[in-house]
């Protein structure tokens, strides 16, 4: 495995931190009286993939655990709504401009957390992107299985009885079974592949615009504290009355109508490769098609698609997994509020 | 109030919703066994504020509802990082096109979780700001408390002993009482602005920066996918052998330079003003500076800066709430594991 950039332990401070040296770690991080995750949460990683079959495992963990990532970003987004409140009503109370001015940034950041609500809902078509695999997973172990079972069968009676005429029938279904699991393994390694790069396409392409635009708000609401007046008064001096209530009512405007117009052909944050990866991506899609390189594809004959085995891969449903998984959806009677949103949902 | 934007029920689709139409709610919104959100956040907020003066009360709840949001955004940032290398673990018992990209993908999602992390200690700068202001204002109390406890005493004195001669006296002690108030009051005031357009600069600077460095991981991990060979085999064939691991470790490399290269000047998404808004803010400043408009200044003489009742903002610390905080934040024995960084900070 190639892990040189995950497995770094010290690195050179970036060239933004240079500028603006990072803080001491937030007081958060210690002491905390109700534990460090939600107990909901290590009991559904834990959990995870005790059943079902051992291929799907690993995926079934990572699927939990996006599961238990969306419901941290979740209450993410509700506490930050409930701290835009808060600001808001704490503002009303202070004199003239700082009330109008919180009131606003109370405005811009309970949108930030409609948007992280917002990106949680598409965070869960990536995960149920990535579940789909995992089902095409679960229903190849099977196939696996029986094809093993039969090996082994033969290889046991050709040791006790070298003249059965069950080997010959044995051997027969030993064919049909290897049929079956090549056409279960082609599946898997193409359904892997198109949902994996789907999934993460849409991951990737929700997390561009959840985050360009949070640096939209975070601009605009730089642009409302320039109405704060904050000159300091002397004892009994009494402030300038604060004329800024169109002006802040403007920034919002402009604020909703970025968000509003915001499309990703937009997109103001660019991701461009270097000459080199550049070049080296593109000389692999190139040998790619020029059929150049290591091409094995000859080695085995494909099997006749009309064989009746093939099940194109919009058709695959997998499905060993729905039942363990709606256990985990079930409304719970003690916090089953619905959000009045519907709950159906294709598996992608 | 000017809430206009804040009451919006319903609203038009943005241009974005338009061109991708948003997906179903993510079914980790509904049923959950363990009720929404994590029971010491609850506590948290409920108690904040219960104690200690009222005038801090509002500012001490938010507060409180900052911490809460932190410990959230954390629990995201280490639920990613769990995530990324659970996806690593999963490839690796893939083919080598899946195995390699998945890694390195859980490369880039680390990093994401990382950033959230370092967020947390930022947006823990913002909330020690607001901490200070909360702090002046519950210092503030006591000195009206004073002046409305001698108001009191001399009214009713007048009622009962119309001739008594502690009326002069009360009266001398008043005046002594309004001109400690009025410094108090400026104190007050001029803390409160320039604390809160600090912490909201640290808080909106941080959000640019973190957002816009996760658009750019976002742009290099749609690169990463263009690795994954989707074209569909056929059962018996076999893939043409994998020959991406330069162009993947580019790309990663890629992906670092550019963030680790991110400085303020350089952010990508602008959040730029309307000519309205924009000569609304300047119309404002310049009236300001002009001395037009409403000028109250005039109407108190403001005190001699001799008295020596004046503390220079920055020598003031408040603390009536220091304990509190400690409390809140010792660590528990339950799960006191140490981050092994420095906790001391200090109060910006």
Redesign the interface.
Known sequence: ??????MRQSR?P???QI??P????????????????????NFR?SAAGAFGPDLAK??S??VK????????????A???M???Q?????G????D???????????LI?EIGELED?F??????YR?TMKSIRNIEASVQPSRDRKQKITDQIAQLKYKEPNSPKIVVLEQELVRAE?ES??A??QL??I???K??SA??Y???A???H??K??????????L??????T??????????Y??????????????????????KN????????T??RT??QR??A??HSGE?????G?????E?ESG??VP?SEHRGGEYEEEEDD?????T??????G?????AVA
Chains 1, 2 share one sequence.
């Open positions: 495995m190639h892990r040189t950039y995950s050179a970036t060239a933004s500028q603006n990072p803080p001491p770690p937030s007081s958060t991080k210690t002491g905390r009286f109700f534990g460090k995750a939600n107990i909901g949460h990683k690993k995926l963990q990572l655990m996006d599961k238990n990532v969306m419901r941290s970003m979740e209450l993410v509700r506490e930050r409930e701290v835009a808060q600001l808001s009503i704490w009303e109370a202070c004199d401009d700082v009330s109008d001015v919180t009131d606003k940034l109370g405005v309970y917002q949680v809902d598409r965070y869960d078509q149920v049929a090549l056409v393994e082609a390694s193409n892997t592949r198109e994996l790069k993460f396409t991951q990737f392409d997390l561009r615009e985050c360009e949070l640096a939209i708000i975070a601009g605009y609401g730089k642009h504290l320039e109405l704060v007046d904050d300091p008064v002397t004892p009994g001096e009494t402030r300038q009355a004329d800024g209530y169109d002006a802040s009512k403007a920034i919002i405007q402009d604020c909703e109508d970025a968000l509003t117009n915001w499309v990703e997109a103001a944050v660019s991701s461009k490769l270097s080199r990866a080296l991506s692999r899609k040998r790619h390189g290591v091409d094995l594809s080695q085995d004959q494909p099997l698609r085995l093939w891969a985990d959806e079930a409304p719970s003690v916090n089953g509020e619905s959000r949103r519907d709950e159906e949902r």
